[in-house]
């Protein structure tokens, strides 16, 4: 029986509910209290739509008031000494917002964490700051509250972590850490279901299928070659999770395609299968529900969040030879989103065509050397010399430059 589930879901709420809420704390006209009641009302939402699309989990540990990594080290208690947390001490959401921000409605203004871009996405995180010496200590418990919510709402939950390697490192000398990390990890009473997106595990198969997991989810949309490699090697003991559905982009999912590679991965393996998004669906708006203006043409082809999660239900239902009425409908909105792709003159433009058929080698072929291009470009143009001088500022004015050049 094929399981499925998402490895999160978008946090800003149906109507930028998060923002709004958070831009409110910070005014002044809402209450830390009443700021919380809104999150949880999101993830009620966000967990209920999850339920709604037949989902065998939902997934917690995938909000966040700022950003996730940023939960992560508060959790752990990676919190510079500049914002004055007490070790041992609970954080709270002011300290948060000022590890993210630099200030916060409450506490004293001190310097933000660097943030930087997560992998090739255009999503910016937060940068844990390690010291010699380090030590991790619980300092905030939002995971363990969000779980807590989700089960008396009655839902089977699934808690989602950035890796040890992932929190740590990302270079390939962590690559032996694996081993050691999974290995502390597995056997405390908790499944745990390692997580691959946004490409190949390339030469790292091989050692990932060999970890203490209980399962491996791998990116079927970037890591398409690799996935029949996968399903065949992963013991057949273990859940093999497959990221069909993408997670990134707002178009819907080609289904008779995802079908087709889904029958064969099941065909060929001997263990259990997931149904999944290829990433978590963050990247993603929440709903096209409340797109009421759009081209039809344009929003018959898209899939938002809660879309994609329909998508997943479809291929589940079908997998398990339980295809119904809402799951056939899907499978025809996407025939009918690829025949108006195909058809569409905002994709295919007749004279794009012609002119990209006119190139030809001249037109690739500089006809000078750089040095007499150089030459006349100097003497066309009248640009003095450029020469870059360094800039006086403090570490705070240099961090917001760069910030602004990325």
Partial sequence: MVKSHILGFPRIGRNRDLKKAVEAYWKGSLTMQDLIVAADNIKKENWQLQKHTDMDFVTVGDFAYYDHILNLSASFGVIPERFGHVQGSKADLNLIFRMGRGRAPVGKEAEACEMTKWFDTNYHYIVPEFTAGQTFQLSYDELFSDVKLAKAQGHRVKAVLTGPLTYLYLEPAWKNAFKTAYSKLCGKGVKILLTNYFGYLADNLDSVITLPVDGLHIDAVRGKKEVMTAAEKFPADKVLSVGIVEGRNIWKNPLDQSLTQMQEITALRKGEVWVASSCSLMHSPVSLDTEIKLNADLKARLAFAAEKCEEIRS????????????????????????????????????????????????????????????????????????????????RKQTISVRYATR
């Fill in 315 to 394: 291929l589940k239902v079908t997998l398990n030879n339980a295809k119904d009425a809402r799951a056939e409908a899907w499978f025809n909105a996407s025939a009918e989103a690829k025949r108006i792709r195909e058809s569409s003159p905002d994709v295919y433009r007749e004279d794009v065509r012609k002119r990209v058929a006119m190139i030809n080698d001249d037109m690739t072929t500089r006809k000078a050397p750089y040095a007499e291009r150089r030459k006349e470009q100097s003497e066309a143009l009248g640009l003095p010399c450029f020469r870059r001088q360094p800039l006086a500022l403090s």
